[in-house]
T-cell receptor, first 120, second 110 residues
Framework: GAVVSQHPSRVICKSGTSVKIECRSL??????MFWYRQFPKKSLMLMAT?????????EQGVEKDKFLINHASLTLSTLTVTSAHPEDSSFYIC????????????????FGPGTRLLVL | GQNIDQPTEMTATEGAIVQINCTYQ??????LFWYQQHAGEAPTFLSY????GLEEKGRFSSFLSRSKGYSYLLLKELQMKDSASYLC???????????FGAGTTVTVRA
């Protein structure tokens, strides 16, 4: 149980285009999902908290107009990188926190497998 | 804010024990997590401490001292597959956000 998927796993795009990344909780509902980015050999940096049915909360320094987040259902959150540039190339990881306490183990978040974005 | 420190790299021999330390200075504390991350993959949950003391789970144990802002992850009977990055993460009060340390890369040698 507690599986989170991400799609696509890898994407290469041209500078100036937009890329959408999906994060799905497959066997549980998640009111809250988180989006992180990770540079090579660096830690995960929280970008934003995605809440079902409401606006996402962005961390300081993260442009909300550049990284659009939509949490349309209890099992799906999307991150759209708009007008991507080479400096946006990174590993994007989502995580999901189960809504039900029955599904929670030690209050942890469950991570997706990540999406590697390369902007040329 | 959160300031979380852990060593960058550690090397150990197969079958040995390695202890990864993590110190933190946070504006609020509501639990400390350890995750394992293999290169190019997502982190996987290893342990969670919210009270002082030792939590043991098979070959892995985690310790927390809240007064000292200190935790460690102990890996026993090291196996080659344990070569990975180990991330220490602290959860703040009032939300479920995690702040991660930079990670410790453990290399297990035969």
């Amino acid at each position: 149980g507690a599986v989170v998927s991400q799609h696509p796993s890898r994407v290469i795009c041209k500078s100036g285009t937009s890329v959408k990344i999906e994060c799905r909780s497959l066997d549980f509902q998640a009111t809250t999902m988180f989006w992180y980015r990770q540079f090579p050999k660096k830690s995960l940096m929280l970008m934003a908290t995605s809440n079902e049915g409401s606006k996402a909360t962005y961390e300081q320094g993260v442009e909300k107009d550049k990284f659009l987040i939509n949490h349309a259902s209890l099992t799906l959150s999307t991150l759209t990188v708009t007008s991507a540039h080479p400096e946006d190339s990174s590993f994007y990881i989502c995580s999901a926190r189960p809504s039900s306490t029955r599904d929670r183990t030690k209050e942890t978040q469950y991570f997706g497998p990540g999406t590697r974005l390369l902007v040329l | 804010g959160q300031n979380i420190d852990q060593p960058t790299e550690m090397t150990a021999t197969e079958g040995a024990i390695v202890q990864i330390n993590c110190t933190y200075q946070t504006s609020g504390f509501n639990g400390l997590f350890w995750y394992q991350q293999h290169a190019g993959e997502a982190p996987t949950f290893l342990s969670y401490n919210v009270l002082d003391g030792l939590e043991e789970k098979g070959r892995f144990s985690s310790f927390l001292s809240r007064s000292k802002g200190y935790s460690y992850l102990l890996l026993k009977e090291l196996q080659m597959k344990d070569s990975a990055s180990y991330l220490c993460a602290v959860r703040g009060i009032g939300d479920y956000k995690l702040s991660f340390g930079a990670g410790t890369t453990v290399t297990v040698r035969a």
